[in-house]
């Protein structure tokens, strides 16, 4: 199983970022997905997650500006980032909910 992320970068405070994130070894239609994110000093927290039925929940501080969605076909799930805080700045990495397999992140940075 392979998770490999990209899309990250340094962006200004009220700009946008689209993450995506790269699945293999796994039957990836049948899958929930996630992604979290750590800051500096901080524990890793749950950003989004999107079930294979293609429901979503997200953490209260992302709500109405983040959104997460898959395409089955690519085996890839996206993260759009959208009027970014400088509170968003964290590496954010992608997951399957429930298992041991993680990509190895991608850095967000949020300037103010």
């Known amino acids: 199983v392979q998770l490999v992320e990209s899309g990250g970068g340094l962006v200004q405070a009220g700009g946008s970022l689209r993450l995506s994130c790269a699945a293999s070894?796994?039957?990836?239609?049948?899958?929930?997905m996630a992604w979290y994110r750590q800051a500096p000093g901080k524990q890793r927290e749950l950003v989004a997650r999107?079930?294979?039925?293609?429901?979503?929940n997200y953490a209260d501080s992302v709500k109405g500006r983040f959104t997460i969605s898959r395409d089955n076909a690519k085996n890839t799930v996206y993260l759009q980032m959208n009027n970014l805080k400088p509170e968003d700045t964290a590496a954010y990495f992608c997951?399957?909910?429930?298992?041991?397999?993680w990509g190895q992140g991608t850095q967000v940075t949020v300037s103010s």
């Open positions: 070894g796994i039957i990836f239609g049948i899958m929930p």
């Open positions: 999107i079930d294979s039925g293609r429901a979503t």
């Open positions: 997951t399957i909910p429930g298992s041991s397999y």
